[in-house]
């Protein structure tokens, strides 16, 4: 069984609105400023992003990698934040 991070329960504890990028589990500072410099700067666009992939976990990862250079924790982080969101909100 797999433990989620606080940052991972508060996001999906409630509905996006617009918070920014950095409040996705395992988007820090660093990739945070990644995505944003290539367009990328609210949850909600890394989520439209997620749903064109159309919520494929490897794609996903693939293309958080290539963006921004995420490595294989953070892209799970953020992988299972968007994931559980949808269970919870879509």
């Known amino acids: 069984m797999s ?10 504890a409630e509905p996006m609105g617009e918070k920014p990028v950095m409040a996705l589990a395992g988007i820090g500072e660093v990739l945070g400023k990644r995505l944003e410099d290539k367009g990328f700067d609210k949850a909600y666009v890394v ?6 992939l159309k919520k494929d976990e490897e794609l996903f990862r693939d293309w958080l990698k290539d963006t921004c250079s995420a490595n294989v924790k953070q892209q799970g982080d953020c992988y299972g934040c968007l994931k559980e969101w949808c269970d919870a909100f879509l």
């Open 3 to 12: 433990s989620t991070s606080q940052k991972h329960k508060d996001f999906v």
């Open 47 to 52: 989520l439209g992003q997620f749903l064109v």
